[in-house]
């Protein structure tokens, strides 16, 4: 079992940057897979970004690329998404989701989750 918790969502203008944060407890942090995913009212929940157990190997969809950056800290037990220049499009609660799979492609792979945090950007 993992047990995931999300913070550091809020209100922010366009053009503005948050840094989400994800803490895990209950398995071994680095054996594991981790993401963040959104969803905003209406669309279904989406693969924002991932990094690997090593954190050698990231993947980001094409809507947050050279805005967003994720990372982790094995030591810390802890995943961040550093989110810059944010536009109103990014508004959507966020997930952070683990995955036993070394590479999940599919939403489904993914284990566990959060409860998520809102994220608001204005206009």
């Known amino acids: 079992q993992v047990q995931l918790l999300e913070s550091g969502g809020g209100l922010v203008q366009a053009g503005g940057s948050l840094r989400l944060s994800c803490a895990a407890s209950?398995?071994?942090?680095?054996?594991?897979?981790m993401g963040w995913f959104r969803q905003a009212p209406g669309k279904e929940r989406e693969l924002v970004t991932r990094?690997?157990?090593?954190?050698?190997?990231?993947y980001y969809a094409d809507s947050v690329k050279g805005r967003f950056t994720i990372s982790r800290d094995n030591a810390k037990n802890t995943m961040y998404l550093q989110m810059n220049s944010l536009k109103p499009e990014d508004t959507a609660v966020y997930y952070c989701?683990?995955?036993?799979?070394?590479?999940?492609?599919?939403?489904?792979?993914?284990?566990?989750w959060g409860q998520g945090t809102q994220v608001t950007v204005s206009s």
């Open positions: 989701a683990a995955s036993s799979r070394v590479f999940p492609v599919l939403k489904s792979e993914y284990n566990y």
């Open positions: 209950g398995r071994t942090f680095s054996s594991i897979t």
């Open positions: 990094i690997i157990r090593s954190g050698g190997s990231t």
